[in-house]
């Protein structure tokens, strides 16, 4: 009688190869529905505040806070079901190779020949993103207007978030597919070496999108101007020079219009810095803190105008303390870290995908017997092959971001902000209805972000010194 290891030797290597990469991907999915339930677990027993946060949050909105995180796990597991379902059946039915031969027949017409491998390559691209966008509108629309809607966070109409959807997917396009195409082509005629050129190639796509984003790109979704004269702006100022961070520009990001979620973040390299804030950031800013003016139109046709009873957002001294954590990061030379990270990765990838390359049983695997596409090549091993690789580097990332954070806070301390922070975390916490209790494993694996009480004693424990 034959054991289940002798069966699987006798297989093809094609055959391993892909029943492994199934394998793989059901085990990941198993683990993190795990995780998932051990949080959803918290969520449903952990009813009352604990004795621990009863000084910074009130039952009402601890109340809030869980309905919402266990409305939005709920969501995550059934998304993710359907996610895992729709992957299996698509590498089951021979999903990739069928949407390269459509590719090829769409491009075919368009008189262009198998010998145009980058066209076909494109038209399969864009067929893909097609797809997944198509498959992934009612999972979004779920969530925007049944979830986010519930809880009070959406502020976008069924027209305006069309409208939006559209327009990322034409930019994403517009993006996309150049840069796939000249990727494309340094690989073909790279040679021994086209690992280095295209590993170059990324690199440098990379700095240049991280540096127009905010100018050119994130303004086609919403409206950024420049923040006021005024009491802020100057402590913003005085702040960067004190630490010599080389701000140039300051903006106001309209983000009210689409939701009441808040955030903050830098942007530029060298001397060209900008800080961009959330208006749902500023108490003093935010247009859902404002009554809409009689006769008013325009965006609000588009963007409903949910005014709330109570304040949302920070005052000017906490803000001043998210943004010496935000700085801190910069000072602490993390942003420069993560990019060397990042491109040390992405180096190793290439490299290895240039040793793989040239194996015929990867491609077997996955239903091209005849042909090797290098667009399929990329996909197989940066996607399937690479996945236990990349699960590992996910982990150990939010492993150094979680300390980051820590150090970013313990810089806001150093120019003393501790009790302003402490103060701006509860607010934020409070408006982004973030629920402060975890399972200690689901906070381990997947917050990039240290638990709020851990990061408030520590702050604590800063005011008392």
Not at 194 to 204: R, S
Not at 328 to 348: A, D, E, R, Y
Not at 354 to 383: N, S
Request: hydrophobic share 45%; glycine share 6%; charged share 20%.
């Amino acid at each position: 009688m034959a054991l289940p290891g002798d069966l699987w030797a006798e297989l093809p290597a094609e055959k391993r190869i892909f029943c492994s990469v199934l394998l793989f991907s059901w085990a990941v999915y198993l683990w993190e529905a795990f995780l998932a339930h051990r949080q959803r677990r918290v969520y449903r027993t952990t009813t009352h505040v604990p004795q621990e946060l009863g000084q910074i949050m009130d039952s009402e909105t601890f109340e809030k806070s869980r309905l919402y995180q266990l409305d939005k796990s709920t969501f995550s597991f059934w998304s993710g079901l359907y996610s895992e379902v729709e992957g299996t059946m698509i590498l089951l039915c021979g999903g990739i190779p069928f949407l390269w031969n459509l590719s090829g027949r769409i491009s075919g017409r368009a008189g262009f020949g198998p010998e145009y491998e980058i066209v076909q390559s494109l038209v399969f691209l864009l067929l893909a993103t097609l797809f997944s966008a198509v498959t992934g509108l009612p999972w979004s629309l779920y969530n925007t207007f049944i979830i986010e809607e519930k809880h009070g966070f959406n502020q976008q109409t069924l027209g305006f978030f069309l409208k939006d959807a559209i327009k990322k997917f034409i930019v994403t396009q517009c993006i996309l597919l150049p840069v796939t195409s000249l990727l494309l082509y340094i690989i073909k005629i790279g040679g021994d070496y086209f690992f280095i050129y295209a590993w170059l190639f990324t690199l440098v796509v990379s700095l240049v999108l991280v540096t127009i984003y905010a100018d050119y790109i994130a303004p086609l979704f919403d409206k950024f101007i420049p923040l006021p004269e005024g009491e802020l702006k100057q402590q913003i100022e005085t702040m960067a020079k004190s630490i010599d961070f080389p701000l140039t520009k300051v903006y106001v990001v309209e983000g009210s219009k689409r939701s009441s979620h808040s955030n903050a973040y830098f942007y530029g390299f060298f001397k060209n810095k900008r800080i961009v804030l959330f208006d749902t950031l500023l108490e003093d800013y935010s247009a859902l803190n404002k009554e809409p003016a009689e006769g008013e139109d325009g965006e609000n046709e588009e963007t409903k105008s949910k005014t709330k009873n109570k304040k949302q957002g920070c005052k000017n001294e906490e803000v001043l303390a998210v943004l010496g954590h935000e700085l801190g990061h910069w000072k602490l030379g993390h942003t420069v870290k993560n990019i060397i990270i990042s491109q040390m990765n992405s180096f190793l990838c290439f490299f290895l995908f240039a040793v793989l390359i040239g194996r015929k049983e990867l491609f077997a695997a996955f239903g091209f017997y005849d042909t090797q596409p290098t667009l399929i090549g990329l996909m197989i091993i940066f996607q399937f092959i690479f996945s236990p690789y990349n699960e590992v580097l996910s982990f150990c990332l939010t492993v150094l971001s979680r300390r980051f954070e820590f150090q970013a806070d313990a810089f806001a301390k150093e120019l003393g902000k501790a009790k302003d922070l402490y103060s701006a975390l509860i607010k934020l916490n409070k408006d982004n209805l973030g629920f402060p209790v975890s399972d200690w494993i689901f906070s381990m694996w997947h917050y990039s972000h240290p638990p709020l009480l851990e990061r408030l004693q520590a702050l604590k424990d800063a005011k008392q010194e």
